[in-house]
């Protein structure tokens, strides 16, 4: 949704809940919204349930929705919000839900398994640095990975995530920052071992 | 003041910006189709509901039979289906994502990596957010 004058129509017409403009903000978000909550939460099905929630409460709330920015970024502060009532609940109830040890054996099989007979070689030659890659972002605290998220999926400026996930633009920046040093630590000494 | 702090925000922007390409290489999660596909059930099935729900409130209870097959008829589901998908994609996209990251991808990580050999060690930012209060230990108590 880059075009204003689109983006307002299309808004508009999803505001008087236009099947067809609701279904097209679907197909425009929805892939992007399950990615982030794939990402925060570790687990397909819960990010399935997550992503269909987001866009429930799109529609049960838009006409509340003031237009003062993005659209984009209202949409991903709901399932942000979703995501983290999420891991709280989880935790509560005692469980711990983290990329490198909570996915469900089947869901948890990154797209890169090396398990899978079946993978084409290209795959097979992908898989190391997006592996390293994952298996980093895994390791990062929930806050740190949670703002990465957001700018690769949501495409989102700092200001933007700052807004959706309530915290002070400075905040939002040391944590991106830190997140990308620890990153590239833990990738290069990786790639070091490797050798 | 505030040009050195505008300063900052681009450098991290920067930095950021470095990453982004990166990071558009990561796999597609398993499972988006799936998630899309009930994502569109779910707001259809949320809409039909409101409509049915509006519906009876304007109708003698005599109608509300009548607006379950109107709705019917106009091609709503009544109940969003909870699980599977209706419109998987043809081919399969992390072959296709695959295919794409064997080209580039670990030219990518290279470059990320081995641009920022001095920015590790050193961390001149790190200093900068240390001044403004931006320390690792209270980033939360930060501007």
Redesign the interface.
Known sequence: MENGGRDDELLGRARR?D?AA??EL??AF??R???LL??LTGS?DV??DL??E???R???TIDRYSHDGRFEAWIFRIAANLARDQVRARRRRGMTLSLDSEREDE?S????DPRDDAM?S??L??S???G???AA?ARLSEPEREI?MM??YGDL??REIADALN?????A??????A??R???W??SS?EDSE | MSDRWEQLEQRIEAEAASFDALSKRLPPPPGAAAAVSRARAAVRGELARRRVSWMVRLMPAGGVAAALVMAWFAGAPLAAPLRGGDDFAASDPLDEWAAAFHDSGDQLVSQWLGGNDATVAEDPLEADLNAWGLSEDDESEGI
């Open positions: 809940r099947p609701l279904d679907v197909a929805s892939p919204v399950y990615g794939y990402r397909a990010a399935q992503t269909q987001t866009f429930l799109v529609v049960r869901e099989r990154s797209p890169v084409p290209a795959r030659a992908a190391e640095d997006a390293l890659l994952e972002l990465l700018r690769h400026s700092f915290v002070p633009l400075g905040t920046l040391a944590r991106a920052h830190r990308l040093q990153l590239k630590k990738m290069s790639e």
